[in-house]
């Protein structure tokens, strides 16, 4: 499956922005969806997981209470609905898929980037102070 984020762009602290990531077929409903976040000279960081069916949700601490995960399959699309955004959340974001259902087993799994098959191209996220 090939992935296109899109949504990012430059925004106030305090701030929302709704991220995107398009699925090029129609199996995306096979994938548990994953959002990272990478600042340049840093390792690239988990922000939250759903799963295939939308029925299970994690998120890193990072993300807790501000950003919210969904997907709507009939559209082949997963969403990152970012709000009370923070400078330290500029990053270039991420969307990343696999079918394994280990990831929801261990956190240490979901939260290693080599644990994914499919990687969309990033978006950046700017957030002004």
């Known amino acids: 499956v090939q992935l296109q984020a899109s949504g990012g762009g430059l925004v106030q602290a305090g701030g929302s922005l709704r991220l995107s990531c398009v699925a090029s077929?129609?199996?995306?409903?096979?994938?548990?969806v994953a959002w990272f976040r990478q600042d340049p000279g840093k390792e690239r960081e988990f922000v939250a997981i759903?799963?295939?069916?939308?029925?299970?949700?994690y998120y890193g601490d990072s993300a807790k209470g501000r950003f919210t995960i969904s997907r709507d399959n009939a559209k082949n699309t997963v969403y990152l609905q970012m709000n009370s955004l923070k400078h330290e959340d500029t990053a270039v974001y991420y969307c990343a898929a696999d079918t394994s259902r280990s990831l929801f087993v261990s956190s240490r799994k979901r939260s290693t980037p080599g644990s994914y098959g499919y990687w969309g191209q990033g978006t950046q996220v700017t957030v002004s102070s």
């Open positions: 759903i799963s295939w069916s939308g029925g299970t949700i």
């Open positions: 077929d129609g199996t995306f409903s096979n994938y548990n």
